[in-house]
């Protein structure tokens, strides 16, 4: 094994949300864009043994 290191977006920087929200948005308004994503992903990750990938849920934004 050896060590990976990557960049994760800081989801507690400011509009960091709005940002999600704006992409999901825009990813979804083309339906016929989104069965093709899906279906790659679906190919893709066919072969990986990953015993299926939790459900993600936006962690709820800090009161201020």
């Known amino acids: 094994m050896r ?3 990557f960049w994760a977006p800081d989801i507690n920087a400011p ?3 709005e940002e999600c929200r ?3 948005l825009l990813a ?3 339906k016929e864009h989104e069965r093709q ?3 790659e992903i679906e ?3 066919a072969d990986l043994d990953i015993g ?3 459900d993600f849920v936006m962690p709820r934004e800090k009161k201020k």
Do not use: E, H, K, Y
Request: hydrophobic fraction near 50%.
């Open 3 to 5: 060590l990976v290191q």
């Open 15 to 17: 509009g960091f949300a």
């Open 22 to 24: 704006r992409q999901s």
């Open 28 to 30: 979804v308004a083309d």
């Open 37 to 39: 994503i899906l279906g």
């Open 43 to 45: 190919t893709l990750s």
């Open 52 to 54: 299926g990938a939790p």
